[in-house]
Every structure is written in C-alpha cells, then in structure tokens.
Nanobody, 124 residues
C-alpha cells in the first residue's frame, strides 16, 4: 500500500507557473506507474498525464502537451507536475495517483491509490 500527499497548489495569474509535488510513503514507489488527474468544479475528474515506473516514459493529455511536464525522483519517492503558461481553464483540484497493475494508464480505474488533492486556481 502507498499513501500519497500532494503539495504546491495555490493561486497564480494566467501565464504563470506552478510545480506540484506528490510525496509517497510506503514501499516500492518505483513499482508504481504514477499519474496526475484534475477535477474542475462541476466536471468529472480528468487525466492530465502519467509517467512510467522508471521515469523514462511520460505521456499527457493533448491539451497539456507543451505546457505540463511530469517527472519523478524514485530516490525521494516523489512525482512532480511542472505547469507552465497556466490558463484560467486549468483551475481545478489536482490529484496524483499510483497504479500497480497498469502499464501506461489514463483511466481512473487503472489507478489504485489516490492523494487528497491540491487546489490550483488561475486568475485572469
């Protein structure tokens, strides 16, 4: 089992940047594919991006490509989401998730463990 805690959210102006972190406790962090999702008010939770167990492969939703970057540090049991050129429509609660069975997952059901989320608000 793994526990996930996100941090780094906040209020930022459009065009600004934030880096979210997700710290994992428990064993075998490197055995999990890690994903980031977000949920805007009144909307369903949506896939943002993911990273493979070793960190060599990253993948993201089309709307985030070129602006968001995912990385991980297995020695620190942490995954990151660097968000640049933020837009008001990026406002959401951002969640990290860990999947033990998935190869490169994009669906909520493919991930086993979830953090509590961190709020990102982008003002225009």
């Amino acid at each position: 089992q793994v526990q996930l805690v996100e941090s780094g959210g906040g209020l930022v102006q459009a065009g600004g940047s934030l880096r979210l972190s997700c710290a994992a406790s428990g064993r075998s962090f490197s055995s999990y594919v890690m994903g980031w999702f977000r949920q805007a008010p009144g909307k369903e939770r949506a896939f943002v991006g993911g990273i493979s167990r070793g960190g060599l492969t990253t993948y993201s939703a089309d709307s985030m490509k070129g602006r968001f970057t995912i990385s991980r540090d297995n020695a620190r049991n942490t995954v990151y989401l660097q968000m640049n050129d933020l837009k008001p429509e990026d406002t959401a609660v951002y969640y990290c998730a860990a999947g033990s069975r998935v190869i490169l997952g994009t669906n909520l059901s493919e991930f086993d463990y979830w953090g509590q989320g961190t709020q990102v608000t982008v003002s225009s």
